[in-house]
């Protein structure tokens, strides 16, 4: 069974930045969602199991970074200048694929199969 620790949630400031942390128990294509109050979870940010290639959402791109320490099978997402819109519960997600799948991102969250307890951040006005 995978598993996924996130950390790092908080209340900002808007403008004011965070960064996120997702331990997971091995190496795999992840993501970060994330939902808000009375709304789906949506697609944040993607990166490939080799760590080389990232995907953004458009209301996040040029703000917040995906990374990734293999080393620690650690998934990092530095968030900056923070928007109130940017309240939500964040998640980390993990897709299960075959060790050949190196260099791929995933956006949909029906290509996920496991999730963390996700981590809140607020962002005042």
């Known amino acids: 069974q995978v598993q996924l620790v996130e950390s790092g949630g908080g209340l900002v400031q808007a403008g004011g930045s965070l960064r996120l942390s997702c331990a997971a128990s091995g190496r795999y294509p992840m993501g970060w969602f994330r939902q808000a109050p009375g709304k789906e979870r949506e697609f944040v940010a993607a990166?490939?199991?080799?760590?080389?290639?990232?995907d953004y959402a458009g209301s996040v791109k040029g703000r917040f970074t995906i990374s990734k320490d293999n080393a620690k099978n650690t998934v990092y997402l530095q968030m900056n200048s923070l928007k109130p819109a940017d309240t939500a519960i964040y998640y980390c997600e993990a897709a299960r694929r075959g060790a050949g799948y190196v260099t791929g991102t995933l956006r949909r969250e029906s290509d996920y199969d496991y999730w963390g307890q996700g981590t809140q951040v607020t962002v005042s006005a």
């Open positions: 990166i490939s199991r080799s760590g080389g290639n990232t």
